[in-house]
């Protein structure tokens, strides 16, 4: 029999319930390679999509459109996108719910270069057991915060993490030097100070210096293959005809799922 739960007021088996991890962190502090590690680490990388046990989800997918004057100061690095409005934070936890009742969900793009989400090129989220949500405010909106079932801060010295930002920016994202200094100095650094670090206190494992911190990682890694291999053991008392496991080596651990 499988449990039911509730989340949000909605009723959800909690078989089916995914354990969300939320990563936040200042921006370039490294959430994003630190939810690739964790991915590698679990042997989940170089799979089809829609045999993931662990996906990992962006919360700049959740950017709101902007108008065209909104546009024209992002062009100029006037626009504020490390402020909680920047965001579309019922569609975030609408999505974040229909992840939680394990469902499938489409997830757009977003294009750095011209501020905009890429609603033609969305991304099919597979329901899968462990769910990271990384980004600067994942902690911010309390209703979001209470979905996660465990949160990290990624915690990376603000000179490195201007000095990688700049570097990014300018190579990956089509920025120029004084842009990237401009939106630095005007919002990025003090919207961080109001808005992101603040949730560091919200967070259960503080992560120092990010993905070369390969202790803490291995240490998360180690706690997310346990709820998974506990999930499996439940699941094969079951006699689940949906999940089978290779074990490819003593610490990697290949799950796969069968739609
Ligand atoms: N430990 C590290 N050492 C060197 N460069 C790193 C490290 N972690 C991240 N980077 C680089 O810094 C930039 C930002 O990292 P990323 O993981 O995307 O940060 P975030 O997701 O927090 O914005 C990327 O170019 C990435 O390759
Ligand atoms: N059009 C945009 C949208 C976002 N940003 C910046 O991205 C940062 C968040 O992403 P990280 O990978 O760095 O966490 C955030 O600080 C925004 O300033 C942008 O420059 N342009």
Redesign the pocket.
């Known amino acids: 029999m499988s449990e039911i739960m509730k989340i949000n007021g909605k009723t959800v088996s909690e078989e089916k319930t995914p354990f969300l991890i939320g990563v936040s962190?200042g921006?370039?502090?490294?959430?994003?390679?630190?939810c690739k590690r964790i991915m590698e680490k679990l042997g989940q990388v170089n799979m089809d999509d829609t045999q993931r046990q662990v996906v990992c989800i962006s919360q700049d997918s959740f950017y709101r459109e902007l108008n065209s004057s909104e546009i024209a100061k992002a062009e100029k690095g006037q626009f504020n996108f490390d402020h909680p409005a920047a965001f579309n934070e019922k569609l975030m936890q609408k999505t974040l719910l229909e992840i939680l009742a394990g469902r499938k969900c489409e997830i757009p793009t977003y294009d750095y270069r011209n501020h905009a989400l890429r609603p033609d090129d969305t991304v099919t989220i597979y329901p899968a057991d462990v769910v990271l949500f990384?980004g600067i405010l994942v902690f911010y909106f309390p209703e979001i915060l209470d979905l996660f079932h465990m949160k990290l801060f990624?915690d990376t010295d603000s000179d490195t993490r201007l000095a990688?930002r700049v570097?990014?920016d300018i190579n990956e994202r089509g920025r120029d030097l004084d842009q990237v200094l401009h939106q630095y100095i005007n919002f990025v650094k003090p919207a961080f100070e109001e808005f992101c670090s603040p949730t560091k206190k919200f967070a259960d494992v503080i992560i120092p210096?990010?993905?070369?911190n390969t202790v803490a990682i291995d240490l998360i890694v180690q706690h997310i293959r346990e709820f998974l291999n506990n999930r499996l053991k439940s699941d094969s008392e079951k006699i689940s005809p949906h999940i089978s496991i290779t074990r490819t080596n003593s610490n990697e651990t290949h799950f796969k799922r069968h739609h």
Do not use: I, L
């Open positions: 962190g921006t370039a502090s490294g959430k994003s390679t630190v990384e990624v990688r570097t990014r210096r990010g993905a070369d």
